[in-house]
Structures are given as C-alpha cells and as structure tokens.
C-alpha cells in the first residue's frame, strides 16, 4: 500500500488515540546544544519528565544534526537528558505530528545515516529510562554508555500491538544477532543496565561483549566523571584519525539504509491501525499513557492491563 495511504491511518490511529485528551502546544528548544569548546559538545534532552518525541523534538534533532555535520572542528558530541526519569521515550502518540518531521519522512534516517557517517564521535549518555524511539535514538548513536543503577532501556511497541519503526528493527538486528532481537522485540519488556551489557552480538564467542543497548554499565556515583574523560580523550586525537577509523568501522560492519528503517515505519503504521490496537491505544491514553509519570515509567507493566480484545479497565 502506498505510503501516504498509511500516513493518513497514522493519523487516525495514533494522532488521535486519545482524542478525549487536549493537544499541548508545541514547546520550542526541547533540546539543548551546550558547546564545551569547539571539539566536544553536549546536546542535552530537556523536555522533561518524559523527552517525549514530538514535533519540536524533532526539529531541535534535525537541526543539531546539521550543525555536527557541518561543522569542521567537533569531533565527539554527548547526548544525554536533564530528566532524572528518562534519557527519552516514545514518538508523540496523542499530539499530531508533521508529516515533514516524523520517523516516516526521508529526512529522519538521512540524519541519523548523515551522524553515523560523520567524522565524529556520538555517545549517548543514559541516565535513566530510553523507551522505543528513545531506545532507537541511542542504538543509532556510535557509543552508548549507562549508568548501572538508573538505566533502563526497552523496545515495547509489540506490548501495543505494532513493530518498532524508528529504527530498532535494523540496529537491533545487527547489534546483537537475530536471536537476542526477537528476544527484546517480541518481549516486549525492560532491560537494566547490566543485562544490556552482557548481551553480546557475537553469538559464538561469548568472551565478546559488543551490546544490544550499552556498552558499559558505570556506577552512577561515576557515571558524569566517566563520559566526560572519555569524551575529552576522544576530543584530543587528530582529528583526521577519528574519520579514518571510523569510516574503517564502518565498511565493516555495515549500517541499515533509509529504505530498510522506512519498511519498518510503514509496518509500524499499518499494524497500528489493525484490529483492537487504535482502541487499545485510547485506551492507555485514558489509562495515563504520556501523561501519568507512573505508567511511563512502568510502561511495559502497564501494557499487560490492555491483552486481547477488550474492554479494558482503565
């Protein structure tokens, strides 16, 4: 089925899953670029409690992302949250979205493949819960730190009904092997920091500990002073041997093109607008989704109420 065809179903069953529950307007600069010098940045997630992904979400990432990518001089960008609850969630699935800003457009995937090809080192810095998109975020990213008490992180979206579309279907995959994505997409559950870091993608030596969401697990007593060394490190090295290597590493283990994320955005769609999910979605919207802290934070519990066919007690 074409695309705008499953647009216009997204906007029935996901811009509107909770019409009984007023749009918020847009709030502008949900995301923070703090420039430490000229090699190393911080962009902070700072719409809390939730970073929700809306439109202004969005806007503030396409934009950063062009500034990284046409800046000569930075070499290691940190992206982390000013919320002590979440690094990031889920897409906006109440408020409409902009056709030309969301996970569905061209424009998503160019950046997060413009940020993977850049002569620049990303990080995420988890510090608290990263949920579907907020999980596809820190996948896409080359490095992904956590601190062992406080990080959580979880692809939900088949507790709902639908298939992760922002990206988590292709990175997964190649993060850690066919069996282990089935495992977490199809579970439909959270992770802690020490079960992300001992997910190794090498299914056959097991001494390897390449992750599914994290790289390491840091004490959260030390989690600040560690990111920033390392970015600190990385930002002192020539820059031209940042961009080798990382272009080396690159061609070797392989990136998921614009193509392959759009499939699994138009199957996120489509499975959103089948059968009891656009009901089951009013439902957790009337229940507290994305706007009780409680049942995001306990997000892949609270999908449990809402099994089968309905009617649901909400």
């Known amino acids: 089925m074409h695309l705008a065809i499953f647009l ?11 019409s009984s529950v007023e749009a918020r307007p847009t709030t502008p600069s949900v995301i923070k670029l703090t420039k430490i010098d000229s090699a190393y940045w911080r962009a902070t997630f700072s719409d809390p409690p939730l970073n929700l992904q809306g439109d202004a979400f969005f806007q503030d990432f ?3 992302v062009d500034e990284i ?5 930075v070499k290691v960008v940190v992206f982390d949250s000013s919320s002590r609850e979440f690094f990031s ?6 408020n409409p979205l902009s056709h030309e800003l969301w996970p569905g457009n061209g424009r998503y ?11 620049v080192l990303t990080i995420a810095a988890i510090r608290g819960r990263a949920y579907n998109a907020g999980a596809e975020i820190a996948a896409a990213l080359d490095v992904r730190f956590g601190s062992k008490e406080r990080a959580v992180l979880g692809q939900l979206e088949v507790g709902f009904g639908a298939n992760p579309g922002g990206g988590g279907i292709e990175m997964l995959s190649r993060l850690t092997g066919r069996s282990r994505a089935l495992e977490i997409v199809l579970g439909s559950d959270v992770m802690d920091a020490d079960t992300a870091a001992l997910y190794g993608s090498d299914q056959h030596d097991k001494r390897n500990l390449t992750t599914v969401g994290i790289n390491r697990a840091i004490p959260d007593a030390n989690f600040e002073k560690f990111v920033d060394s390392f970015a600190r490190r990385v930002a002192g090295w020539d820059h031209f041997a940042i961009a080798t290597a990382k272009t080396l590493i690159n061609e070797r283990t392989g990136f998921a ?12 769609l489509a499975a959103a607008s089948q059968g009891a999910v656009p009901v089951r979605l009013k439902a957790m919207a009337r229940a507290g989704m994305q706007k009780d802290l409680r049942f995001e934070t306990r997000f892949s519990q609270e999908e449990l109420r809402f099994v089968g066919n309905g009617p649901w007690r909400t």
Do not use: G
Not at 69 to 73: A, E, H, L
Not at 89 to 94: E, G, P, R, S, Y
């Open 8 to 18: 216009s179903l997204a906007v029935l069953c996901l811009i509107h899953a909770a």
């Open 62 to 64: 396409y934009s950063i």
């Open 69 to 73: 990518t046409n800046n000569s001089d």
């Open 89 to 94: 969630t889920h897409v906006d699935l109440i």
């Open 109 to 119: 995937w160019d950046c997060i493949t413009r940020l993977a090809k850049a002569p």
């Open 257 to 268: 093109t614009s193509e392959q994320q759009q499939e699994s955005f138009i199957s996120f």
